[in-house]
């Protein structure tokens, strides 16, 4: 053993032996060594015992690490299948539903309105001139045929001045044709009278022929003077009726100059002043100079949902309620309908007619309709929080096949704040999504909370 010892310990120091004295390869002091007789030079080989051992050894060492990669690597698989599952159901959104309730049995409907005059019409000027003077302003109460303003237009009465010379020229004219004719029949009178005396004469050849053909010719010339003449008469009368329509019409024309109320009502707006420059028609650079509205009766407009378009007749009244009239009710009458429903509202416009004599509505004015229906029917009551507002229009989400969603268009009645009336789309066993998702889509999975 101790030379083995000396073996290994000369190995590491890395010595070389130099015959019976050996130096170490870092000094060059002799190193005293035992005799040669003291250890065996040759080879030495483990025991077969120990080479076993060794490769036990090894082997036990392969199959340790070989089973530590093992555990390593399928806990790192375990890890991320559970990651990838808890992943996947954290996808999938959870929601909660809710029933429709069915709402309260009621006999009429409240619906916004909005109140319009009866007539409305803007007023411009049909003469072109300048403004002279106007007479009422914003607010004021006029009847029909009132004075509003005055235009001053002296080119029109010129043409007035004008045509009326013309319609007196064209009446001498006619009396002077008329004149011509009655001498015409005056002189075929007297040709006719000749020429029969000249017609008796010649038959009894008291005459020459000669001078009765004359004669004769002459009547002839007559009668066709005398047709001339009358035609003469008929053109000149033409010519006087011409121009005394072109005097009615500047005289019509004159009469625009004064601008004056069409019907009874009120004065909303006023858009000229004096010397303004008023330019005639509704077109280019023309101006409305006033705007009336009749406000005696109104019409209130109101759109009324297709599950009450049965209910809405002409003949049935209608309450107004107005925020500025706390405890007052104005009553209307629906006196017509448009009889088609509106396909991108799903509803029927309604037109009531409500009385004003006191003039306390005010046309443009938002009123709220109680409508009376004749057969009231329950309709279903949804939370606001189950709507989605998206371009495709008002929709909930819907729960089908026991998890997937599908968003269904629906038709609103009332509104009740934090509920809202559906009167179309749903129906009462359905699941209504509360509270749904912005990325919410038809056929998305979903996961009901609880469940």
Same mark, same amino acid.
């Given at each position: 053993?101790?030379?083995?010892?000396?073996?290994?310990?000369?190995?590491?120091?890395?010595?070389?032996?130099?015959?019976?004295?050996?130096?170490?390869?870092?000094?060059?002091?002799?190193?005293?060594?035992?005799?040669?007789?003291?250890?065996?030079?040759?080879?030495?080989?483990?025991?077969?015992?120990?080479?076993?051992?060794?490769?036990?050894?090894?082997?036990?060492?392969?199959?340790?690490?070989?089973?530590?990669?093992?555990?390593?690597?399928?806990?790192?698989?375990?890890?991320?299948?559970?990651?990838?599952?808890?992943?996947?159901?954290?996808?999938?959104?959870?929601?909660?539903?809710?029933?429709?309730?069915?709402?309260?049995?009621?006999?009429?409907?409240?619906?916004?309105?909005?109140?319009?005059?009866?007539?409305?019409?803007?007023?411009?000027?049909?003469?072109?001139?300048?403004?002279?003077?106007?007479?009422?302003?914003?607010?004021?109460?006029?009847?029909?045929?009132?004075?509003?303003?005055?235009?001053?237009?002296?080119?029109?009465?010129?043409?007035?001045?004008?045509?009326?010379?013309?319609?007196?020229?064209?009446?001498?004219?006619?009396?002077?044709?008329?004149?011509?004719?009655?001498?015409?029949?005056?002189?075929?009178?007297?040709?006719?009278?000749?020429?029969?005396?000249?017609?008796?004469?010649?038959?009894?050849?008291?005459?020459?022929?000669?001078?009765?053909?004359?004669?004769?010719?002459?009547?002839?010339?007559?009668?066709?003077?005398?047709?001339?003449?009358?035609?003469?008469?008929?053109?000149?009368?033409?010519?006087?009726?011409?121009?005394?329509?072109?005097?009615?019409?500047?005289?019509?024309?004159?009469?625009?100059?004064?601008?004056?109320?069409?019907?009874?009502?009120?004065?909303?707006?006023?858009?000229?002043?004096?010397?303004?420059?008023?330019?005639?028609?509704?077109?280019?650079?023309?101006?409305?100079?006033?705007?009336?509205?009749?406000?005696?009766?109104?019409?209130?407009?109101?759109?009324?949902?297709?599950?009450?378009?049965?209910?809405?007749?002409?003949?049935?009244?209608? =309450? *107004?309620?107005? #925020?500025?009239? $706390?405890?007052?009710?104005?009553? @209307? &009458?629906? %006196? +017509?309908? !448009?009889?088609?429903?509106?396909?991108?509202?799903?509803?029927?416009?309604?037109?009531?007619?409500?009385?004003?004599?006191?003039?306390?509505?005010?046309?443009?004015?938002?009123?709220?309709?109680?409508?009376?229906?004749?057969?009231?029917?329950?309709?279903?009551?949804?939370?606001?929080?189950?709507?989605?507002?998206?371009?495709?229009?008002?929709?909930?989400?819907?729960?089908?096949?026991?998890?997937?969603?599908?968003?269904?268009?629906?038709?609103?009645?009332?509104?009740?704040?934090?509920?809202?009336?559906?009167?179309?789309?749903?129906?009462?066993? =359905? *699941?209504?999504? #509360?509270?749904? $998702?912005?990325?919410?889509?038809? @056929? &998305?999975? %979903? +996961?009901? !909370?609880?469940?």
């Amino acid at each position: 053993m101790k030379i083995k010892a000396v073996l290994a310990v000369r190995a590491l120091a890395g010595e070389y032996a130099l015959g019976p004295v050996r130096f170490h390869r870092m000094t060059t002091k002799p190193i005293l060594e035992r005799p040669e007789e003291d250890f065996d030079p040759g080879p030495r080989f483990p025991s077969p015992r120990k080479a076993r051992f060794a490769w036990l050894l090894l082997l036990v060492l392969a199959v340790f690490t070989a089973v530590l990669v093992t555990s390593g690597i399928r806990t790192r698989i375990k890890a991320a299948s559970a990651v990838k599952q808890e992943t996947l159901e954290l996808a999938v959104p959870v929601v909660s539903v809710v029933h429709p309730k069915l709402g309260a049995l009621k006999n009429e409907v409240v619906l916004p309105g909005n109140i319009q005059a009866y007539t409305d019409s803007p007023i411009y000027a049909r003469s072109s001139g300048y403004l002279k003077k106007w007479y009422v302003d914003i607010g004021g109460r006029v009847k029909a045929g009132q004075l509003l303003a005055d235009i001053e237009a002296p080119e029109i009465d010129q043409q007035v001045l004008q045509a009326k010379a013309n319609v007196q020229q064209a009446e001498a004219a006619l009396e002077q044709a008329r004149a011509t004719h009655q001498q015409g029949k005056t002189n075929e009178e007297l040709a006719r009278v000749t020429a029969e005396r000249w017609k008796n004469l010649a038959a009894r050849g008291a005459v020459s022929r000669q001078e009765n053909d004359q004669y004769q010719a002459q009547y002839e010339a007559a009668l066709a003077n005398i047709q001339a003449l009358e035609k003469a008469v008929t053109a000149a009368q033409s010519n006087v009726t011409s121009s005394q329509a072109n005097l009615s019409r500047l005289e019509q024309m004159q009469g625009f100059e004064q601008v004056r109320a069409p019907f009874d009502g009120v004065i909303t707006a006023r858009n000229t002043d004096v010397g303004a420059l008023i330019n005639s028609g509704n077109g280019g650079a023309a101006q409305e100079l006033f705007h009336m509205a009749a406000t005696g009766r109104l019409r209130v407009y109101v759109n009324v949902p297709q599950a009450y378009s049965r209910s809405a007749t002409p003949g049935v009244t209608a =309450d *107004l309620t107005l #925020a500025e009239f $706390p405890n007052r009710r104005f009553q @209307g &009458t629906l %006196v +017509r309908t !448009a009889e088609s429903i509106d396909a991108s509202t799903r509803t029927l416009l309604t037109e009531f007619a409500v009385d004003n004599g006191s003039g306390a509505l005010l046309p443009g004015a938002y009123a709220q309709v109680h409508f009376k229906l004749s057969n009231a029917a329950p309709a279903l009551v949804l939370p606001v929080n189950a709507l989605i507002f998206r371009s495709d229009g008002l929709q909930v989400g819907v729960l089908r096949q026991g998890d997937k969603a599908e968003l269904v268009n629906i038709t609103l009645g009332r509104d009740f704040g934090s509920e809202v009336e559906v009167t179309s789309g749903i129906t009462q066993s =359905d *699941l209504v999504i #509360a509270n749904p $998702p912005d990325s919410l889509t038809s @056929g &998305t999975t %979903v +996961r009901v !909370a609880g469940h």
